[in-house]
Every structure is written in C-alpha cells, then in structure tokens.
C-alpha cells in the first residue's frame, strides 16, 4: 500500500514538477531602446531577479536575458521591472548583525526593481531573501532608497532611523497628506502603497497599482468529509497470545482547513492546519480472548502544499503533513484480560490531490505508521491510515 502511494507520487511529481511555471504574455526593453513583444516564464520572483527566461512565440525555443542585456521588462496585467543603477543600503535588519551606525552604509549597484505603484510619483521594491528596501521617484527626481535602518545605539538600546519619513514630506507634499499621516507611516508594503497611492489621487493622476492586478487571494477555508481506511496490528514482545491484528476497516471523519497561501512563486506555496476527526473500530476473537478496539481522535495535520496549475480553473496539489493526535476516551479491550489505554501519538502524511474552480477538491492521502500503545515497554503497533478527501471551499 505504501509502496503503491509512492509510485503515483513520485510519478506526478516528476510529470509536473517543471512543466507548471507558464510563460505569460509580455515584453522586453533591449539597450537599444526597442520593445520586443515576448513569453516570459512568470516565476512569480520572491527575490528579485538578475535574469529571466522568455520565448518570442510560444512554439520558439526558450532564451535567457539578463540584467547587463535588458533595460526593462513586464508581464502584463501582473507584474514590471526596470533596470537601475542606484545606491542601496544592504545593513542587516537582523538583532544579532546591527550596525552601530545610524547612518546608510550605499554601494552602487545596477538591478531590477520591481514596481509596485505607477503614476505622478512611483513605488518600488527591492527583495533579496532577509532585506527588503524601498525606492521611489518623482516627476522631478530620480529614483532613490526610501531610508530605514535599525541600528544599535547607546547602552545596548535599538535605534531606528526613519529618514524615509522625511523624504517623503519633503517630496511627495499634496493638500490631503497631513504631517500626521506620514509619522504613522512604517516601512512595510502596505502602508508605502496606500501612501503612494494617496498621493498620485490627490494630484489627479492615473495609478496602476500592480499588486492589484494579480488579485491573490491569500487565505482559503474548506470542509473536508473524508472516507478513512484504516488498519491496525498490535504485538506483545513477550507474550504472544494476545496479538491482534484487527484487519482494514472504512470508516468516515470530517476536517476542517485553514489555508494560508504564500505571496510569491505564483500562489503555488500554502501553509496547512486541519484539525480532522477520525475514529477506528474493530472487533476480532482470539483463541483465548476477545480483542476489541475502540479509537477515537482529534487530529492536527501541520504542513505544506505545492500546487501545479493545469490550467486557470484546474490545478494538482501534494501535501506534506505532521500530525498530531489527541486521543479522545480510546482503548483495546481484552475479555478476558486487562485493557490497553491508547495513547495520543505523532505520525507523517503526504497526499495528492486535484482542485477545481477554486471550490471543489479531490485528494488521496497516506499517513505512514503511528505507534498508539506508546505507554507501554512491550507493546507494539502499527496503525495506518488511507483517506479519500473530499473539499468544498467556503471562503
């Protein structure tokens, strides 16, 4: 059973695994100044990128270009950078690598950055794994780091410097923005864009806001019925007569998933929580007693999932899960004999699965082995799970 699991997951895998990442419809800006109508492979880049795959038709072989090659290049309605050559400041923003100096540390350096808000006066962004910076431009000014930098001060004290407030009241003034509303600012995403975007509406001007043009929807909650087939085995190291092997018995449960999506690579990276409840139950005569088992749980599935997009409507997803299990009121039974109290226990899961139109899932899941007589030195079992899932998606 395990063995066939894993045959079809690997097969899907390697069916999938580089086929997904679409090339998209877009263009291109040469050091010649020429636009070039193009298929770029949309990765959806955490980081920003130094190079990027495209195709000038989709039946064209793939070719790389790069950033000492490219001036600028976008996919429509998701996503444009352009090439800069600017200063920016690298300091860690983590505790333990803080300056102890207030003051950026720029180097000048050519990249891409990815721009967030369009319009009088724009917004960009700069990822590169832990650092995150801010640029922006004018119709006067050219484009520059927007200023933050944590630092340690005096007497082991965290100082920030917050210059970007200051550049932004000096450059981005308008009859609607309050001083007030720029020292509430922080320096992340959202409050920047809602700034940007205030203030190209104050001066009348057309905005393209490119995280809206993706519309991610980040958070997804789906009722999971499920058909459990479940097996359990138990042994005795040192007596024998009362081991049981209680055969394969269906069974039904009911989960619930709490889906966070990540906001990079396309959707394709979620986060899992689905607490399920499950239950096992089986009765087997033994040639001295009568073995019953009674199982009852609460189950925690934790993990990942990882998408491939067959189309807009229809993708593949597989699942990699810990679970934690509470038991609720379980044990095997001996008549005659002395019971066995099941214990809550911990065990793996991997699943793959089909969505369609966002709403209505599909998904087969192995659960590998989990050891439910844990309070005892000379027990042993082995209880296995196969579940056919269904979801329906309700936000």
């Known amino acids: 059973m395990k063995n066939q699991f894993l045959v079809i997951f690997i097969t899907i895998l390697n069916t999938y695994c580089y086929s997904q990442i679409s090339f998209d419809k877009g263009y291109y800006i040469n050091n010649n100044n020429e636009k070039v109508e193009c298929y770029i492979k949309n990765m959806d880049w955490k980081n920003n990128p130094v190079e990027f795959l495209f195709k000038l038709s989709e039946n064209n072989e793939q070719q790389t270009a790069t950033l000492k090659s490219i001036k600028e290049f976008g996919i429509y309605n998701y996503s444009k950078y352009i090439r800069i050559t600017v200063n920016i400041d690298r300091s860690s923003n983590i505790l333990e690598n803080l300056s102890v100096n207030r003051n950026p540390d720029f180097n000048e350096e050519e990249l891409f950055l990815k721009v967030l808000i369009e319009g009088k006066s724009n917004l960009y962004i700069y990822e590169d794994r832990n650092l995150v910076r801010y640029f922006y431009s004018t119709e006067s000014k050219n484009i520059e780091q927007l200023i933050f930098k944590r630092y340690n001060s005096t007497k082991n004290l965290i100082g920030e410097n917050n210059r970007f407030k200051q550049q932004l009241l000096n450059d981005l003034k308008c009859e609607s923005i309050r001083i007030k509303d720029i020292e509430s600012l922080e320096y992340k995403k959202e409050d920047l864009m809602n700034f940007f975007t205030k203030y190209n509406e104050c001066n ?5 806001n490119f995280e809206e043009k993706q519309k991610k929807d980040l958070f997804n909650l789906t009722i999971r019925p499920r058909l459990n087939s479940s097996s359990l085995t138990i042994n005795n190291t040192e007596n024998n007569y009362k081991n049981t092997d209680f055969g394969n018995k269906t069974g039904l449960g009911f989960g619930l998933e709490a889906e ?14 689905e607490p399920t409840y499950q239950y096992f139950k089986s009765e087997k005569e033994l040639a001295t007693t009568n073995a019953k088992a009674d199982y009852k749980s609460i189950e925690l599935p934790i993990g990942i999932r990882h998408y491939f997009f067959l189309n807009n409507n229809s993708k593949i997803f597989i699942n990699a899960l810990y679970i934690l299990d509470i038991k609720a009121n379980s044990k095997i039974y001996f008549n005659p004999g002395s019971d066995l109290d099941i214990s809550s226990s911990t065990n793996n899961a991997f699943g793959v699965g089909f969505k369609q139109n966002g709403k209505y899932s599909l998904e087969f899941r192995y659960q590998t082995t989990r050891h439910i007589l844990g309070n005892y030195n000379y027990w042993y079992s082995d209880y296995k799970t196969l579940s056919l899932i269904f979801g329906y998606t309700i936000f």
Not at 260 to 273: A, D, E
């Open 204 to 208: 009348n001007s057309e905005i393209i």
């Open 260 to 273: 966070i999506v990540l906001p990079f690579n396309k959707n394709k990276w979620s986060i899992l929580v």
